[in-house]
């Protein structure tokens, strides 16, 4: 399969809708197919999530770029992400910020990524299991935090983990069908925007949903 070209026919399709060119141009970097199993390869530039294994997902292309797209990203920032899966959403995010911590909570995950993240050269992202707080409070606060699982309710502790003036973009509802937010972090009152339907995995972890 002509995977480069593939990717090209879906930054295309991605572009109709997206249209921060920088994120655009990262996801035409990365190969999407290193992040899925080599059963899904084929699959891979389809804009669907796809199995990664343990009843987990990589996203679709369509809400990673946009939820990317959301953060306002420019190159400076420390970003944090929640649920880092095979790795994808951290490629994309460390072509675009200057550092990127992303958090797993299942260890088979965990070192898929780190694995695949290194073999592709990236030295600006580390991949942490996931501790009892959500979120990686050694390092806050961040200019930017992407939840690439879902919440009850915007957790508390990934929000005292934002800088001010940072911004969250995660899914919020029940564990089937959830809004996407987008949350700046102010002095006074946070500024709140709902950028639509979504459907994720559930976040899991205190101050989030309970292992079922």
């Known amino acids: 399969m002509d995977f480069a070209a593939a990717r090209a026919r879906l ?3 991605l572009g109709t809708e997206i249209k921060d060119e920088r ?3 990262a996801m035409a970097r990365i190969p999407r197919e290193r992040f899925v199993p080599p059963e899904e390869r084929q699959l891979a530039y389809e804009d669907r999530p796809l199995p990664i294994g343990l009843d987990q997902t990589i996203s679709q292309p369509f809400i990673v770029a946009l939820m990317t797209q959301e953060l306002g990203l420019t190159g400076s ?14 490629a994309i995010l460390a072509e675009l910020a200057r550092t990127v911590i992303a958090v797993e909570r299942l ?4 070192e898929t990524a780190r694995k695949v ?7 600006n992202i580390t ?3 996931a501790k009892e707080t959500l979120g990686w409070p050694e ?3 961040y200019d930017a935090i992407i939840a690439s699982a879902a919440a009850p309710r915007v957790p508390p502790d990934l929000l005292a983990q934002l800088a001010i003036g940072g911004r969250i973009v995660i899914p919020v509802g029940s564990r089937y069908m959830q809004e996407l937010y987008k949350i700046t972090r102010r002095r006074k009152k946070n500024t709140i925007q709902n950028l639509g ?3 994720f995995v559930s976040l899991i972890g205190k101050g989030a949903w309970e292992e079922e």
């Open 77 to 90: 920032e420390k970003v944090l992400e929640i649920g880092a899966g095979s790795g994808y959403q951290a």
């Open 107 to 110: 260890p088979t995950l965990a």
């Open 127 to 129: 991949v942490h299991l």
């Open 23 to 25: 994120v655009l141009a």
């Open 197 to 199: 339907g979504c459907r």
């Open 11 to 13: 930054i295309e399709h």
């Open 139 to 141: 390092e806050a606060p």
């Open 117 to 123: 993240l290194n073999s592709l050269g990236y030295t």
